[in-house]
């Protein structure tokens, strides 16, 4: 999609607010599209659009903390709320006023993956609470067990924080691949994992490349496995082979 197309669709959905505004959907989309380019001068927009998806009067200009703890104190609509809390805790970076969120939403929505899921991170990445993240992380996998995405958070949780459960984090990354053997996301983990927190080159040149094999294109994990090639090949010379 070009920049004409982009502001077009921006345009669309901003004359279906106006056309529609008591439909929240349209104003959880702009808000959508407003975070994936927010910056220090318009993250306020893009919290002024999420009030608004999670229920303020259309034509509200401004957000406050008040207004956006009420907010999610009323929220119906989990997928709206969770979006909202997710951006407040890792763009705008208000990190009390996310916790605070955090907390609401969990009593309204306590079968939410998600919402355990980023409240463990904020816990263990802001707020020095790892007993706490421990706890949410743990409940997150309790709810989807099989879900690559808390399984590799709760290993990476054991393999950053807590070097006596190495062989639990190896444990989960192993759950991880079995329970989701054509998803490439746990395999990158696990190389990762076998680079870092417990060396072992060879096993994790493998699986970078099952990751790889399996469509796993994002650019991180490319300059991740050209750092891993690198290191290999400075620290056991060019008859380095790979297995």
Not at 38 to 56: E, F, M, R
Request: net charge negative.
């Amino acid at each position: 999609i070009n920049i004409n197309q982009f502001d077009r669709c921006i345009e669309q959905l901003k004359s279906m607010v106006n056309a529609f505004p008591q439909d929240l959907t349209h104003f959880h989309r702009l808000a959508q599209i407003e975070e994936r380019s927010a910056t220090s001068w318009n993250v306020d927009d893009a919290l002024v659009l999420y009030c608004k998806a999670l229920g303020a009067p259309a034509d509200t200009t401004t957000w406050s903390e008040e207004l956006v703890i009420e907010l999610m104190g009323n929220a119906r609509e989990e997928a709206v709320a969770v979006d909202a809390a997710v951006f407040i805790h890792q763009k705008a970076r208000l990190i009390d006023l996310a916790a605070q969120c955090y907390q609401i939403l969990m009593k309204t929505f306590p079968q939410s993956m998600f919402l355990h899921l980023n409240y463990a991170r904020l816990n263990v990445d802001h707020l020095g609470k790892p007993k706490l993240a421990q706890r949410h992380f743990t409940k997150a996998l309790d709810l989807q067990p099989s879900n690559p995405i808390a399984i590799d958070h709760l290993a990476d949780f054991y393999a950053s924080t807590q070097p006596t459960s190495l062989v639990a984090a190896e444990k989960l990354y192993l759950h991880s691949i079995q329970s989701n053997p054509n998803d490439p996301s746990p395999h990158y983990h696990y190389a990762c994992f076998l680079t870092t927190a417990c060396p072992r080159p060879e096993a994790a040149e493998r699986h970078f490349r099952k990751a790889i094999a399996l469509g796993h294109t994002d650019p991180q994990v490319l300059c991740c496995y050209g750092a891993f090639l690198e290191t290999q090949l400075e620290a056991n010379g060019p008859n380095w082979e790979m297995r």
